[in-house]
């Protein structure tokens, strides 16, 4: 990843949570991250379904509701993207 990180990543110390837990439950939600991209790749999403009756001439219901969806599943990736650098943080550290 190499990007520069705007906030605190864990630290493994001996006061503090062991690494290969921390370790585990972030792979756990990467994990649930992939299972909900599957979910949303194979959820039904078709124009069909966003007629609405009460949009003026000119207006596109469809094309709102993906603008919508998209900037949701962006934040789905920058919040996978955070869990992967824990997650590559927690490995670099050599306790």
Do not use: C, W
């Not at 000119?58 to 709102?64: L, R, S, T």
């Amino acid at each position: 990843m190499n990007k520069a990180i705007k906030y605190p990543l864990p630290t493994v110390n001996f006061n503090g949570t062991d690494r290969e837990t921390l370790l585990k439950d972030n792979v756990r939600i990467l994990s649930a991250i992939a299972d909900l991209r599957e979910a949303i790749n194979a959820s039904t999403f078709h124009p069909r379904d966003y007629y609405v009756a009460t949009y003026q001439e000119g207006q596109a219901p469809y094309q709102e509701a993906r603008d919508e969806r998209a900037k949701h599943i962006n934040k789905i990736a920058d919040f996978a993207e955070y869990i992967e650098q824990h997650i590559e943080h927690l490995v670099d550290q050599n306790y």
